[in-house]
C-alpha cells in the first residue's frame, strides 16, 4: 500500500513563507511525476505545481508563479513546495499526487491558511 504523507503546514500571514514535504516511503518514487495539489472551501482542486521524475522540468500555475517552488529528492523520496510571498487566497488544503502511465497515488492533505 503506497503512502504519500504531507506535512508542513499550518498558520502563516501575508508575505510569509512554509515549506511543504512530502514523503512517499517504500516506493518507486523516481519513476513518478509529482505534483501539488490545493483545494479551497467550495472551490475545485486546482493544479499548482508539478515536477517530472527527473526533476529537470517543472511548471506551475499562473497563480504562484514566481513565489512557489517544486523540488524533489529522489534519495529520500521526497517532494517539496517551498511557497514564499504567500496570499490570503493560497489558503486550501494541499494535496501531493504521484502519477505515472501504471497508477496515481494521493496525499491525505495538509491545511495551509494565511491570515493576519
Known amino acids: 500500500q503506497v503512502q504519500l504523507v504531507e506535512s508542513g503546514g499550518g498558520l502563516v500571514q501575508p508575505g510569509g513563507s512554509l515549506r511543504l514535504s512530502c514523503a512517499a516511503p517504500?516506493?518507486?518514487?523516481?519513476?513518478?511525476?509529482m505534483k501539488w495539489y490545493r483545494q479551497a472551501p467550495g472551490k475545485e482542486r486546482e493544479l499548482v505545481a508539478t515536477?517530472?521524475?527527473?526533476?529537470?522540468?517543472?511548471n506551475y500555475a499562473n497563480s504562484v508563479k514566481g513565489r512557489f517552488t517544486i523540488s524533489r529528492d529522489n534519495s529520500k523520496n521526497t517532494v517539496y513546495l517551498q511557497m514564499n510571498s504567500l496570499k490570503f487566497e493560497d489558503t486550501a488544503v494541499y494535496y501531493c499526487?504521484?502519477?505515472?502511465?501504471?497508477?496515481?497515488?494521493w496525499g491525505q492533505g495538509t491545511q495551509v491558511t494565511v491570515s493576519s
Open positions: 499526487n504521484a502519477w505515472n502511465l501504471i497508477a496515481e497515488y
Open positions: 517504500g516506493f518507486k518514487f523516481s519513476t513518478y511525476v
Open positions: 515536477i517530472i521524475n527527473t526533476g529537470d522540468f517543472t
